[in-house]
């Protein structure tokens, strides 16, 4: 079973540039969450996903954004890009949709650079 | 103050050793998970639970729900249990998790 794949891995963006990241569940899972991680703040959740709808949601702003399409590949966005975002982004698919009672499946990661 | 807050951020132990990372938290999270981060990125998650103790191999995280507190406990530690392990699970619409403990297993 292949497990939840992340791409890009490895994404350099200038300043004022959008970025969008991709994430493709375990097959059969509907529940996508992202989240970002940096040295100083951890793991922070984003958004998450299930059937296609945003159910819960992080303490980012809006530049920030996320969809989930009907095979339940997901995808991330980022607009007006900050020096800040510079993050790994990770998303984790599970399959019950409860979502934060089921074990997560987590991705290798995009590492997002802004310069 | 974080909603999830670990202990030690730090470790670096002898091969061998026995090994505990504390994990206390001040929401309702009903389910807490352990997660480990190897250099590069990739997490995998360890365990979940919301009660009592589980057991995987060397490794055994246990829980107290009243207290809000869980321990990974790792025996018999080996240089390849060297990692990033994260501590944290969800509310009902929110996801908390630690910052993390860096682990270092000398041979």
């Known amino acids: 079973k292949a497990g939840v794949t992340q791409t890009p891995r490895y994404l350099i963006k200038t300043r004022g540039q959008q970025v969008t990241l991709s994430c493709s569940p375990i097959?059969?899972?509907?529940?996508v969450s992202w989240y970002q991680q940096t040295p100083g703040q951890g793991l922070q959740f984003l958004f998450e996903?299930?059937?296609?709808?945003?159910?819960n949601k992080g303490n980012f702003p809006g530049r920030f954004s996320g969809r989930q399409f009907s095979n339940s590949r997901s995808e991330m966005n980022v607009s007006t890009l900050e020096l800040g975002d510079s993050a790994l982004y990770l998303c984790?698919?599970?399959?019950?949709?409860?979502?934060?009672?089921?074990?997560?499946?987590f991705g290798q990661g995009t590492r997002l650079t802004v310069v | 103050k974080n909603e999830v807050e670990q202990s030690p951020q730090n470790l670096t132990a002898q091969e061998g050793e026995f090994i505990t990372i504390n994990c206390s938290y001040s929401?309702?999270?009903?389910?807490l998970h352990w997660l480990q981060q190897h250099p590069g990125g990739g997490i995998v998650s360890l365990f979940m639970?919301?009660?009592g103790k589980k057991k995987h191999g060397r490794l055994i995280a246990t829980i107290n729900i009243q207290e809000k507190h869980s321990s990974l406990h790792i025996t018999a530690s080996h240089p390849r249990d060297s990692a990033v392990y994260i501590c944290?699970?969800?509310?009902?619409?929110?996801?908390?998790f630690g910052t993390g403990t860096s682990l270092t297993v000398i041979p």
């Open positions: 984790a698919s599970s399959s019950d949709p409860q979502g934060v009672n089921t074990e997560a499946f």
């Open positions: 996903y299930f059937s296609e709808t945003q159910r």
């Open positions: 097959s059969g899972h509907r529940s």
């Open positions: 639970l919301s009660s």
């Open positions: 929401v309702g999270i009903s389910a």
């Open positions: 944290g699970g969800g509310t009902g619409n929110q996801f908390y």
